[in-house]
């Protein structure tokens, strides 16, 4: 029963409730990111190239279709392409080009903002010194 009610402390932790909504978030982002670089992106890219940037391979063999004789049998066998498939390898470098981008932004805000409360003054303003100096003065 122990192990049980430690597993639970360790879960209800604050920092892994976090990197769980993270990593939730985390993938939503990364779908939509994938769809703005292949909805905008790449047909962006594709029209000054001429084509779909995912499509563009780099075939090494040529694919063979299956030959079949006039009632339906197969007497070859098809052959696969052997392509490198470029495009879909430059689109995953684009989608991981703008995740970077965007999480670089965020962190430099949220550094920004931490910085903004270290910064804060931990006493009193000079104006409320300025007040308590006073007051001290007045009760001598």
């Known amino acids: ?28 982002f990364g779908k939509v990111i994938t769809s703005f670089t ?20 780099f075939v090494l063999k040529e694919g063979v279709k299956e030959v079949k004789d006039a009632a339906g049998v197969v007497i070859s066998e098809g052959v696969a392409e052997v392509a490198v498939k470029w495009g879909d390898f430059l689109t995953a ?8 981008f965007v999480m670089f932004l965020v962190i430099k805000a949220i550094n920004k903002m931490k910085k903004k409360q270290e910064e804060a003054p931990a006493g009193p303003s000079t ?3 300025l007040l308590m100096e006073i007051r001290d003065s007045l009760k001598k």
Request: hydrophobic share 60%.
């Open 1 to 28: 029963m122990g192990f049980i009610k430690e597993f639970k402390e360790f879960a209800m932790k604050g920092s892994l409730v976090d990197i769980a909504v993270a990593f939730v978030m985390g993938g939503a």
């Open 38 to 57: 292949e909805g905008i992106v790449s047909p962006l890219i594709g029209m000054i190239g001429g084509a779909d940037l995912s499509k563009n391979v």
């Open 93 to 100: 470098i684009i989608n991981f080009i703008i995740v970077a």
């Open 127 to 129: 104006t409320d010194a």
